[in-house]
């Protein structure tokens, strides 16, 4: 009976672990090390290349340099990936780790496995079967195209790189920063001699191309600046093994690397597999509707875990950054409100590592309850404007009031200590809304302006149809009363009733409804236009649709639909809201629901950056979106939105196995940030609707 019980606890907890990933499948195939062994200074992510015809079987980094693998066999190279006898299929997939497989010529099969034991290092390992009678060659390339490298050979069995990485863009938003060193050194060991090596001042198109023929050799050469480097090895026999590790140091540990290499060496890649078994297993189990959505599903929590590190600087618990890899300076400094969001999801299997993250906010919270913009272990950052400072669109209490109750729900949290996080949770969501609504309505009026650098303040910072008509100053949009920060302190004073509620501190659940009702009044005396059936800011001189200028702010944006999500709209409101969400001239497209209204002269569905507000979709407004289209009791819509969101995200898993921080509402090409946190929120979304549906 207990042998049957395991086994049933294997398959549906590792359910993923071991299905064929094809090279068209919508695997997310990016690999980062677990917070646990990571560091902020020498953080190496990859990205695996396995799905392209044209391209070698690679693993991508964009700062720490491209690792690809070419074969050999008699006077035969296979290079790229489409010239494969059989193409390679990933077989086992985790946050920070694979096996794949696949047979470069007929009767040549490899299984490779790679993982990152820490986020300085990785250990991939080959091994074949050679039913051919010719010696079998192991290409390794390791290319950079950030920056030249310099390399020599130490010993027969190791080569030793170093290259010189700045701060400022990749890592954060200034030109230092007390511990980080850009000179990087890496040491490649393999587990054999190492038969030929040559240094290229270009970059490697295909193997034959570099090989000497007659001597079947490389160059030989490791001089001057280079942009890639090549060695190989031979292997005799039916059966053979390929262990490559690699480590990276700062310029100031470069004598660690041999000793790191030697801790390496005896560190085996199931150890690994291991390690996720064990923190994965509290993913929640559905019943899922197709393949593709159980992949999706999992997709989205394993990214979600990728962004944490460990504790460091000024926070006492792990925190996260908006993408580990690819990183880019102004995501790489910390969290913000509406990125935690995602906390939504982690907190469905690791509910403490969520709680710790939002503690990071309240650890930095001020006397006076301001919480900055964005904090992270070695960053504050408050954006200043005419001496207010910036905080973020207030999804805090929120979001706490989400976590712990995703924390009770999951039961791996003792009573104890969902007391206290609710306790912690509350006092200082407390403070924080108070400074809100203290700083953030300078007429009194009882509705609010955003704050500080208005357009950071309110997330839709660039290409926003409303915000563009009343110039480009950073407290520009103080001159509107803000339907949005308006629907989100309505929310966040709901939050805060309810926790009071749950701590038995009636009167103060009693004070913060009779305060979200009054402010809701207002949104809906002011804000709704019965003529158009929809919700728009206001100006804070007119107090109405129209600047003193005459210029109408009647822009239709996805904010319009937040008082579903606050609950201030009434059944008759939203029941015509539905109509607008639904209407394929307006919001309801293929791939999700734009920021704009299809119907507006001003929207452009292309994503062709970051930060475009007047028609891509954005998950981090949908989620609200689909939360309030469930609450009015329209689970048939809600199910829409999800299909429709999971289908922007499946595409491009298929396409280029990656997710994005927008997505196109009716086109299939992107270029905005890669692997953003917040898409994370597509698992929490899954998983709302099929309990529903269950």
């Not at 992270?376 to 999804?395: D, N, Q």
């Not at 009779?514 to 001189?541: C, P, Q």
């Amino acid at each position: 009976m207990k042998k049957m019980f395991f086994l049933f606890f294997i398959l549906t907890v590792f359910s993923i672990a071991n299905e064929i990933y094809l090279p068209d499948s919508p695997l997310f195939s990016s690999y980062i090390a677990p917070y646990e062994k990571s560091s902020y200074f020498v953080d190496e992510g990859y990205h695996l290349v396995y799905y392209k015809p044209s391209s070698p079987l690679k693993l991508e980094n964009e700062i720490a340099g491209n690792i690809s693998i070419g074969f050999k066999l008699g006077k035969m190279f296979a290079y790229k990936t489409g010239d494969f006898f059989k193409q390679p299929v990933v077989v086992k997939t985790y946050p920070d780790s694979f096996f794949l497989r696949a047979e470069p010529f007929r009767g040549v099969k490899i299984n490779l496995k790679f993982a990152l034991p820490t986020s300085s290092s990785f250990i991939l390992e080959l091994e074949f079967e050679n039913s051919c009678s010719y010696e079998f060659d192991v290409f390794i390339v390791y290319e950079n195209k950030s920056q030249k490298i310099y390399a020599k050979i130490n010993g027969k069995d190791s080569i030793l790189i170093s290259y010189e990485q700045p701060a400022k863009g990749k890592y954060f938003q200034q030109k230092s920063l007390k511990g980080f060193e850009s000179v990087r050194y890496s040491l490649f060991n393999i587990n054999r001699e190492i038969y030929s090596f040559g240094g290229y001042q270009s970059f490697v198109n295909n193997i034959s191309d570099i090989v000497a023929t007659d001597e079947n050799v490389l160059n030989g050469s490791l001089n001057s600046e280079l942009s890639s480097i090549v060695f190989d090895t031979v292997f005799k026999g039916r059966k053979g093994k390929l262990r490559l590790l690699k480590q990276t140091v700062q310029k100031s540990e470069r004598e660690k690397l041999s000793a790191l290499i030697d801790t390496l060496k005896t560190k085996s890649i199931d150890s690994v597999f291991s390690f996720n078994k064990k923190v994965l297993k509290n993913i929640p189990k559905l019943k899922f509707k197709n393949s593709d959505e159980k992949l999706l599903y999992y997709n989205g929590i394993y990214l979600g875990r990728q962004q944490f590190l460990p504790s460091a600087g000024q926070f006492p618990y792990p925190y996260y950054v908006f993408s580990r890899d690819p990183k880019w300076g102004w995501g790489h400094e910390g969290q913000v409100f509406h990125e935690s969001l995602s906390m939504h999801t982690i907190a469905l299997f690791d509910p403490l590592l969520a709680m710790n993250s939002q503690r990071n906010f309240m650890k930095v919270q001020e006397k006076d309850g301001y919480i900055p913009y964005r904090v992270g272990a070695f960053f504050t950052r408050t954006f200043p404007v005419k001496g207010e400072k910036t905080t973020s669109a207030p999804y805090f209490s929120w979001t706490n009031l989400g976590v712990y109750l995703a924390a009770k729900n999951s039961g791996l949290v003792s009573e104890k200590e969902l007391k206290k996080y609710l306790l912690e949770s509350y006092e200082s969501g407390v403070k924080y809304t108070n400074y809100l609504l203290r700083t953030r309505d300078k007429n009194k009026n009882g509705l609010l302006e955003w704050g500080g650098h208005t357009l950071l303040e309110c997330v839709r910072d660039y290409l926003n149809a409303v915000f563009d008509l009343l110039g480009k100053e950073p407290d520009t949009l103080n001159q509107l009363e803000a339907l949005d920060l308006s629907s989100m302190a309505v929310k966040e004073m709901k939050s805060l009733s309810e926790m009071a509620k749950i701590l038995g501190k009636k009167e103060e659940s009693l004070k913060w409804k009779r305060r979200a009702d009054k402010m809701a009044s207002l949104i809906n005396k002011y804000m709704w236009d019965e003529e158009t059936g929809f919700y728009y800011h206001v100006h804070k001189d007119t107090m109405n649709f129209k600047t003193p200028k005459g210029v109408s702010l009647k822009r239709k944006e996805i904010i319009g639909f937040l008082p579903l999500w606050a609950g201030i709209a009434s059944k008759r409101q939203a029941k015509i809201l539905i109509k607008h969400l639904t209407n394929r001239r307006e919001f309801w497209r293929e791939y999700g629901i734009p920021t704009l209204s299809a119907d507006d002269p001003y929207y452009d569905p292309q994503v062709l950056s970051c930060c475009r507000w007047n028609g891509p979709v954005w998950i981090t407004w949908v989620y609200p979106v689909f939360r309030g289209v469930i609450d009015y009791e329209y689970s048939d819509i809600a199910e829409e939105i999800l299909e429709k969101m999971e289908n922007a995200m499946i595409f491009q898993l298929k396409r280029n196995h990656r997710l994005w921080e927008s997505y196109s509402p009716d086109f299939t090409k992107l270029k905005s940030p890669k692997n953003y946190i917040w898409d994370t929120l597509i698992s929490r979304m899954i998983y709302e609707m099929r309990r529903i549906r269950k």
